[in-house]
T-cell receptor
């Protein structure tokens, strides 16, 4: 059982809507990353936060945004949902300069 | 652009046999590599890692080999068990611990009883 929990586990949204996904990182982990995993593909990096500031971003449009708060929680917000946003969204956290990320089980988002 | 990829999409092995999962990477600047296992409905689970200044690292029943000359990474699983059935990803990091993970597409390992 990992120390990273994500909510909700499943979600269905309509195209054009907005969604907020949540992640509770493992205690002591000050770095959190979000990944999008399409069916049959490897996870793709969305962005990363270190001590509540974004310190890396992948090839995703600005309608993908996020935040990290001091209690090891993080959010991923997606505006103006598109059908192609349907995927498993994974949160991963780690401590400081360690390389070892711990992943949550993800949120399965379906856009209809 | 740079990418991490896997040679084969699926691998079927007999229970008890050894498994070898291969991965090719193209970013010669990557300094850290990780193998992840992902079971259905779960997030990726760390298996083993290796730094770019090493060529071999062993864990419990698993061994990772890194050949930087041909940019090749492999995961060896000894005495494969039904519980090893999952999708396996290789991932790389370039630029230090605060850099992103770049994943390949994944290979499905199926263990026959």
């Amino acid at each position: 059982e990992t120390g990273v929990t994500q909510s909700p586990t499943h979600l269905i949204k309509t195209r054009g809507q907005q969604v907020t996904l949540r992640c509770s990182s493992q205690s002591g982990h000050n770095t959190v990353s979000w990944y999008q995993q399409a069916l049959g593909q490897g996870p793709q990096f969305i962005f990363q936060y270190y001590r509540e500031e974004e310190n890396g971003r992948g090839n995703f449009p600005p309608r993908f945004s996020g935040l990290q708060v001091p209690n090891y929680s993080s959010e991923l917000n997606v505006n103006a949902l598109e059908l192609d946003d349907s995927a498993l969204y994974l949160c991963a956290s780690k401590q400081g300069l360690n390389y070892g990320y711990t992943f949550g089980s993800g949120t399965r988002l379906t856009v209809v | 652009g740079e990418s991490v990829g896997l040679h084969l999409p699926t691998l079927s092995v007999q229970e008890g046999d050894n498994s070898i999962i291969n991965c090719a990477y193209s970013n010669s600047a990557s300094d850290y590599f990780i193998w992840y296992k992902q079971e259905s409905g779960k997030g990726p689970q760390f298996i083993i890692d290796i730094r770019s200044n090493m060529d071999k690292r062993q864990g419990q029943r698993v061994t990772v080999l890194l050949n930087k000359t041909v940019k090749h990474l492999s995961l060896q699983i000894a005495a494969t068990q039904p519980g090893d059935s999952a999708v396996y990803f290789c991932a790389e990091i370039e630029g230090g611990a605060n850099s992103k993970l770049t994943f390949g597409k994944g290979i499905t390992l199926s263990v026959r009883p």
